[in-house]
């Protein structure tokens, strides 16, 4: 007997990022040596004091369920955090913890939408929220930005898409951003806050890459841009970037009480909590921070500026410096121009230099941007300087 998929689900594609990981882990398993821009996670290891106190909490037999929103201690110690770092002040009643970021984006969407409520969002996008927007019923909205802009969403421009979508209900910033890199300044947040404001749009910020940034930028919250603005904002972070701790699954939302209320209602029938150990060795992580955290960010700075150096040399190439996260995202758009009679688009690009070349990329298509493609910089400066060459190679013979 065949059973049918659900109509929701033929909308949602499996995630490009892992499906271009997964292509190039099967070469490297045959003994290929694959460089692998594709990863969209730390090459580093959670540091040592992190590490110990989950071992901490598993010798003392902390291995039981805890409350569905997490334990009181590191809800404290999320508030403690976004004070400190954000300068937001929040009650614990306000912070939800999840299994991931990824997971506290869908808990919150699906606690405020309805069918056909629109979901704005710029693209480039994270690959996942046009899907967990259909996942919540909701309709996703794709906001285009420009080049000159670096890749920004304008106040401009949002007004522009909430009046052509009567039905718009909330926004999905990204800032660092996933796959760009850029950072949303104070004036650029004040401005989209003033249109979210006036016509009353829910902001799910999504701060995930707080901790990487680099040269004198800095992050900020648009939920700190003022108290109104932290009443209509869902900040969204958590510990799997900025302290090596992917696989732990751990991420958080800080917001108004009654959607935080509504977002854990959806988890508490979903998932439950978030693993006792793990949220243990959070509240180590957010309170006791040693110089690992900051070597890591220096290390990926060092591999950032030599990305961009690397990839602007390259003929053809536009590359924006980007300001933070740990990817860097070329316009490929004059190799793809000429050479139409064989690469139909960016997916074709990444395809044959991976095939070819033995570099992975993620296509720009994925993030709806079909000009460009994604390099993580999540990656040893010997496999950059190796995949540079190679991807430098591969552009030679592309041209005419
Ligand atoms: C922009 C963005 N948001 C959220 C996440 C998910 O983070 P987590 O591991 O906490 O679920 C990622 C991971 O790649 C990301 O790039």
Not at 73 to 95: G, M, S, T, W
Not at 372 to 381: G, I
Request: hydrophobic share 40%; proline share 5%.
């Amino acid at each position: 007997m065949s059973i049918k998929i659900s109509n929701r689900l033929k909308l949602v594609q499996p995630s490009p990022t892992l499906t271009i990981s997964n292509k190039a882990n099967e070469m490297i398993a045959q003994g290929i040596d694959v460089v692998n821009f594709g990863v969209g996670e730390p090459d580093f290891n959670t540091p040592e004091y992190i590490k110990r106190a989950a071992i901490d909490a598993i010798e003392a037999n902390f291995t039981r369920y805890t409350a569905n929103a997490g334990i009181p201690e590191l809800r404290r110690a999320i508030c403690n955090k976004l004070l400190r770092d954000n300068h937001l002040k929040y009650e614990p009643k306000q912070i939800l913890v999840s299994p991931g970021a990824k997971a506290a984006i869908l808990n919150v969407l699906i606690a405020v939408c309805d069918v056909q409520d629109q979901v704005l969002m710029p693209a480039p996008y994270w690959v996942s929220y046009p899907y967990q927007a259909i996942l919540a019923n909701a309709e996703p909205v794709i906001i285009p930005t420009s080049e000159e802009n670096n890749y920004k969403l304008t106040a401009l421009a949002l007004e522009e898409a909430i009046k052509t979508h009567p039905c718009s209900k909330v926004l999905l910033l990204n800032s660092p951003n996933n796959p760009t890199g850029a950072v949303y300044t104070k004036k650029e947040l004040e401005e989209i806050a003033e249109i979210c404001l006036k016509y009353k749009i829910l902001v799910i910020s999504d701060e995930i890459y707080e901790r990487l940034v680099y040269d004198d930028t800095e992050h900020i919250s648009i939920a700190s841009i003022s108290p109104e603005m932290q009443e209509q904002t869902i900040v969204i972070n958590g510990v799997s970037k900025a302290y090596a701790m992917t696989g732990w699954r751990l991420g958080y939302a800080a917001g108004p009480s009654n959607i935080i209320a509504a977002a854990g209602r959806v988890q508490e029938h979903a998932t439950s909590c978030v693993n006792s150990i793990t949220q243990k060795a959070c509240v180590v992580a957010l309170t006791e921070e040693d110089d690992s955290i900051e070597n890591m960010r220096k290390e990926f700075e060092k591999r950032r500026n030599f990305l961009f150096t690397e990839l602007n040399k390259l003929p053809h190439i536009n590359c924006f410096k980007p300001q933070g996260a740990f990817y860097i995202m070329p316009n490929i758009g004059w190799y793809l121009e000429h050479n139409k009679q064989y690469i139909n688009d960016c997916d074709q690009f990444c395809e044959i230099l991976l095939e070819k070349h033995y570099v992975a990329l993620v296509s720009g298509t994925s993030f709806g941007l079909d000009t460009n493609v994604r390099f993580s910089y999540a990656n040893s400066m010997e496999n950059l300087e190796k995949g540079v060459k190679r991807f430098g190679a591969f552009l030679e013979e592309l041209k005419p």
